[in-house]
């Protein structure tokens, strides 16, 4: 009130000083109209303007206030948009957790997996499995050869240089062959990219904690779902949990997994990822995901008797659904916008910007016109054919 009040008389004391000043402009100049009337034709002449009332200053200050409650409302609707978008995913079957009956690896969704498991099935295994046959086939054949009915006279053979140089030289060759693929893998796994996510994951008897960081400190607990709940949710029962770890797509994510008690093991096996966690210890992995999706984990460390009640859920969203889920998070646990992509921008503005926009606001709504007779009696412009 005390700010309208002032704005008010201000505007007066304006509209008061101009009328002053147009009426004694227009006493000097009349005695020279009646001597040369030239002279009043170039003398320009103030057009009296009514002076503000309360209602128009009122008016100016409601228009100012206005645009910031505008400016409030639509920064306040983005920031419900953005909590309001997340759903929690669906599992697929089949993805990110184990089948019946299954053998082999799971799918690979990340860099190292895919790599791993391609060492694996590529390398490791076919070399695997012909050594294997050919010892069983060698036992198999020395045994039928060399039998008592067989051999009236054993041999007494000691030493063969030819035998002893290709079962030396060929096992060294063989591990040579894996040694390569095998460093080069192990470089990717402990040179990883630089992090876009931090995430320190704790281990306790018997759950798991998460905490970001960089999003503020947001963190939570996560247990495992009842059979019931499990049940009516439509998810895997001894896999799902009611919080889980929620990652951007496409985002290098560094985790720090330590414990609070004993030795746990933070695996998820569609990652390749597998480290233990180490009461006073913070051990480091990281792992990139690009397709969206649930994927289920389980502590790989004997750690008590409800070890086996130790699951761990992975969400990896989009990363418009990621912020949307951060942003669900910090207003749960009462944090302020934060974090890379999370916090409004602001658009800063200039001390003339910020000058210019409080003249406009103080500045009266109707403004003094200065005319001439010639621009009085000037016809008006013909319109454009």
Not at 95 to 102: A, S
Not at 235 to 253: I, K, M, Q, S, W
Not at 304 to 332: C, N, Y
Request: with cysteine; glycine share 6%.
């Amino acid at each position: 009130m005390t700010k309208g009040w002032a704005l008010s008389l201000k505007g007066l004391a304006v509209a008061a000083a101009l009328s002053m000043a147009g009426a004694s402009l227009a006493q000097d100049t009349a005695p020279a109209a009646v001597s040369t009337p030239a002279a009043v034709s170039t003398m320009p002449t103030v057009a009296p303007v009514a002076p503000p009332t309360p209602d128009d200053v009122a008016a100016t200050a409601a228009t100012a206030t206005g645009a910031a409650a505008v400016g409030a409302v639509a920064e306040a609707a983005a920031q419900n948009d953005a909590v309001m978008g997340y759903t929690r995913m669906a599992p697929t079957p089949g993805i990110g957790q184990p089948v019946p009956k299954g053998i082999n690896l799971q799918q690979q969704f990340t860099p190292i997996g895919r790599e791993a498991k391609a060492l694996t099935e590529q390398i490791l295994n076919p070399i695997i499995g012909f050594i294997s046959i050919f010892v069983l086939g060698l036992m198999f054949w020395v045994a039928f050869r060399y039998r008592s009915s067989a051999v009236e006279k054993p041999s007494t053979t000691t030493h063969n240089f030819t035998i002893e140089v290709v079962w030396t030289l060929v096992p060294a060759l063989v591990l040579l062959f894996i040694a390569f693929p095998s460093f080069r893998l192990l470089a990717n796994q402990y040179s990883p990219p630089k992090a876009d996510l931090t995430v320190k994951v704790t281990g306790y008897q018997w759950y798991w904690g998460y905490e970001y960081p960089d999003y503020g400190g947001i963190s939570f607990d996560s247990v495992p779902l009842t059979k019931e709940e499990a049940a009516k949710e439509g998810t895997p029962y001894l896999l799902e949990v009611d919080n889980r770890l929620v990652v951007p797509a496409g985002a290098t994510v560094k985790v720090l997994v330590t414990a609070a008690d004993v030795l746990h093991s933070f695996a998820v096996p569609s990652f390749w990822v597998k480290m233990d966690a180490v009461p006073g210890k913070v051990n480091e992995t990281w792992f990139k995901v690009d397709r969206p999706g649930v994927y289920y984990g389980q502590c790989s460390e004997l750690c008590g008797t409800k070890h086996g009640f130790m699951p761990i859920a992975v969400e990896v969203l989009s990363p418009e659904d990621f912020k949307r889920w951060v942003r669900m998070k910090q207003a749960q646990d009462g944090i302020d916008p934060t974090g890379p992509g999370i916090a409004l921008a602001t658009t800063p503005v200039s001390p003339a910007a910020a000058a210019a926009a409080v003249r406009a606001a103080v500045t009266p709504a109707t403004a003094p016109q200065i005319t001439t007779p010639q621009a009085l009696a000037a016809p008006a412009a013909a319109p454009a054919a």
